[in-house]
């Protein structure tokens, strides 16, 4: 969450003449409703039934750049599914991640302390990108296009090795 995702999804997507695709993007697309609502109306455990279906789908559809919302790697299915692709774990502090979502984020896991809950998600979910991703590139301090940027170098350093 705040890691810049979507952003540099999207700047990759461009700079590589590929097709970009959001899994969050698809949920509410699918749904008709923002996925705030979702949680409220129908429950987390909903919103991960539908993000797996989303992750799935994506996976064997698009051949281009795919960001994926911050709790699907908690799905061991969706782990298992992500083994077989190049996956960059875009990783954020807690200061940073603050700033770019606010303090007064209306995103439904963060109810009852933005920071407080951020540090909690942080301290649960990094272990899992960590151990799923083929790239882990900093994202405090930089700039989209300097993520990008440091993405392509690493993946050109991984093909020349």
Same mark, same amino acid.
């Given at each position: 969450?705040?890691?810049?995702? #979507? &952003? ?5 997507? +461009? ?7 959001? &899994?969050?993007? $698809? ?16 429950? +987390?455990?909903?919103? !991960? ?25 908690? $799905? ?23 700033? !770019?979502?606010?303090? *007064?984020?209306? @995103?439904?896991?963060?109810? *009852? *302390?933005? @920071?407080? @809950? ?6 649960? !979910? #990094? ?11 900093? &994202? ?15 993946? +050109? +350093? $991984? #093909?020349?090795?």
């Amino acid at each position: 969450m705040g890691a810049g995702k #979507t &952003t540099v999804g999207e700047v990759l997507a +461009e700079r590589w003449g590929v097709g970009f695709r959001d &899994t969050d993007a $698809d949920v509410v697309a699918a749904e008709g409703r923002a996925i705030a609502d979702i949680f409220v109306e129908d429950g +987390e455990a909903r919103f !991960r039934a539908l993000e797996r279906a989303a992750v799935r789908t994506a996976l064997a559809e698009h051949t281009g750049v795919l960001a994926l919302g911050g709790g699907a790697v908690l $799905d061991p299915d969706t782990r298992t599914l992500l083994a077989d692709h190049v996956v960059v774990f875009l990783q954020v502090g807690l200061a940073d991640a603050v700033q !770019r979502v606010g303090l *007064g984020s209306s @995103r439904p896991l963060l109810l *009852g *302390g933005v @920071r407080a @809950r951020i540090k909690a998600l942080l301290d649960e !979910r #990094t272990p899992l990108y960590t151990e799923l991703a083929t790239l882990v590139v900093p &994202t405090d301090g930089r700039e989209p296009a300097e993520v990008a940027a440091a993405i392509e170098a690493r993946l +050109e +350093e $991984d #093909t020349r090795a």
